[in-house]
């Protein structure tokens, strides 16, 4: 199995056929694979061998779609750095996994001379954009016109397709290492699911860098669909790209779909158009979901939950469990079951099978796992498991299958559909020198699903007001990691071993609330 596969079909049965729609622009198949073939060319003579990385800082774009298929074209392996990182993260990312070359848009350019400082991995930057490239850059429409198409390197199977980077339990993001097989299952899975469907128009509004849209982007390839792409999500652009090119499909975090459907101007718009609502990556309420619903009622809702380790997704909740059936039997609040390709379990500290409708820990086995994390052997020993990547999530199962992901047995906390690990933000802020002690919990958000809150002891003596100590952490970290709320207290709530028993600290704020994994 191999990425490119999907693109060598379209081109094959449907050559004319509309490809990418951005920007006012259009490509067909043969248009899009000429520009992958061509500018794989580019990478070669760059230097770029089988495996070595090629990353790319940009926002939405049908570059984006061509930096994907042109880097597996030519053998390489992605590295899609998240828009929302600090200098010092992009730098941090590009040397663990020696990424070379980095594709940058104008947006991001700015931090460039940041991050060359910060970087010693860093060789080759190539701009993305229709005008001349700064100083010190090359172009990619150059290149593309410039290069000579080269065949297919054809790389498949567990030969590494990229290196995707997410929060880090030790303090620092964690390279994620998945495969042609991985990915491509994951596609093919969405074919099977109906999550993607031949014919398709999908829009890319979330951003492209995270795997769940790299997940869409796969299988919209896979099914021979067309490419609707927003440079960020807009809700008005949302919209008006869903009436003016008869969207049928998209893919969006909560925390989108309450900014769309909560729009004042949504009625003005046609959205007859739209077929499939998919969802996940952070939480979302019941009342969000029912919300949705009703605006725009002609369009089925489809959750999936997984992981980046995952590739992403394990289990699928179908549009008409949503609905009066699945309503009844509250499978609307579940995750749905396992894909056509995976098994879940539900297992104890020990790793056994627990009895239906007991809570123990997610566990997922099948040709999504990953292959590890990037020189992290340790991490991935703990992670996989006789072949069960054990996900961190705590959860049940009811007799039908559906999994309820009921609490995060990992101290991760999603905002806006975004991981913020809490070791990572209380290391930073362990690191300001009026702090004595710190524990960093997630809390409800109305709009983001979950925001960050740091409990603080200070030192004796020692002044630190809330406004202080969140500049402090923007400076270092990216600002979605940033505390949102501090409280301030005189002693940490602590187990007898002298741990921090962050349950204590939550549980005001989680009493009257559903703790939910989307």
């Keep these: 199995m191999y990425l490119t596969q999907s693109l060598r079909r379209a081109i094959q049965q449907s050559p004319n056929a509309t490809a990418s729609i951005y920007n006012g622009r259009q490509r067909s198949f043969t248009q899009l694979g000429d520009r992958v073939a061509r ?8 230097g770029v061998q089988p495996g070595d990385r ?95 198409p080269v065949e297919d390197a054809m790389r498949s199977g567990n030969e590494l397709a990229g290196v995707f980077y997410t929060g880090g339990t030790t303090g620092s993001p964690k390279g994620v290492m998945l495969s042609h097989g991985n990915l491509y299952t994951n596609s093919i899975l969405g074919v099977a699911e109906g999550t993607v469907r031949r014919g398709s128009i999908g829009l890319h509004a ?12 796969n299988g919209l390839f896979a099914a021979g669909c067309c490419h609707v792409i927003l440079p960020r999500f807009d809700p008005i652009c949302v919209l008006q790209a869903i009436a003016a090119h008869g969207v049928t499909d998209m893919l969006l975090v909560p925390t989108m779909i309450q900014m769309l459907v909560d729009h004042p101007d949504i009625q003005q718009y046609d959205l007859s158009s739209l077929q499939q609502m998919l969802y996940g990556a952070s939480p979302i309420s019941e009342g ?61 500290p020990e790793g056994n099978e627990l009895p239906r409708g007991e809570v123990g820990e997610v566990v997922v086995r099948g040709p999504g796992v990953m292959l ?44 806006g559909g975004e991981n913020v690990y809490s070791i990572e933000v209380e290391s930073v802020i362990a690191t300001h020198p009026a702090v004595a002690a710190c524990a960093v919990i997630g809390t409800p958000h109305e709009h983001w699903g979950e925001q960050v809150h740091v409990f603080i002891v200070r030192k004796p003596a020692q002044a630190l007001e809330a406004e202080e100590l969140i500049d402090f952490c923007k400076t270092r970290i990216a600002s979605y990691k940033c505390p949102r709320e501090v409280s301030f207290v005189e002693a940490m709530p602590l187990s007898g071993a002298g741990k921090i028993l962050k349950t204590t600290l939550r549980a005001p704020f989680w009493a009257h609330q559903e703790r939910k994994v989307a």
Excluded at 101 to 129: C, N, Q, R
């Design 39 to 46: 500018f794989a060319g580019a990478l070669r003579t760059l």
């Design 54 to 148: 090629v990353g790319i800082l940009s926002l939405n774009s049908d570059w984006y779609l061509e930096y994907y298929m042109a880097s597996y074209w030519a053998g390489a392996a992605v590295n899609p750095i998240n828009i929302r990182w600090s200098a010092a993260e992009i730098a941090y990312s590009l040397d663990d996994c020696e990424t070379h070359i980095l594709l940058v848009d104008d947006t991001f350019t700015p931090l460039i001379p940041e991050i060359k400082k910060l970087s010693g991995a860093l060789k080759t930057l190539i701009h993305l954009g229709d005008g001349a490239a700064p100083q010190g850059m090359l172009s990619y429409e150059a290149l593309v016109a410039e290069a000579a």
């Design 206 to 217: 979330a951003p492209m860098f995270h795997l769940a849209d790299g997940a869409f982007m």
């Design 288 to 348: 969000l979901l029912d919300r949705a619903m009703k605006a725009i009622p002609h369009a089925g809702f489809i959750q999936a939950y997984g992981m980046t380790e995952l590739s992403p997704v394990a289990t699928i909740l179908k549009p008409e469990m949503h609905r009066e059936k699945g309503r009844a039997k509250g499978w609307h609040r579940s995750a749905g079951r396992a894909t056509v390709c995976t098994e879940v379990r539900i297992v104890d």
């Design 372 to 415: 590890g994390y990037w020189n992290k052997p340790a991490e991935t020993a703990a992670a996989i498991r006789n072949g069960w990547m054990h996900t961190g999530d705590g959860g049940r199962m009811d007799e039908d299958g559906y999994v309820f992901v009921v609490d995060r047995i990992k101290d991760m906390i999603v905002t």
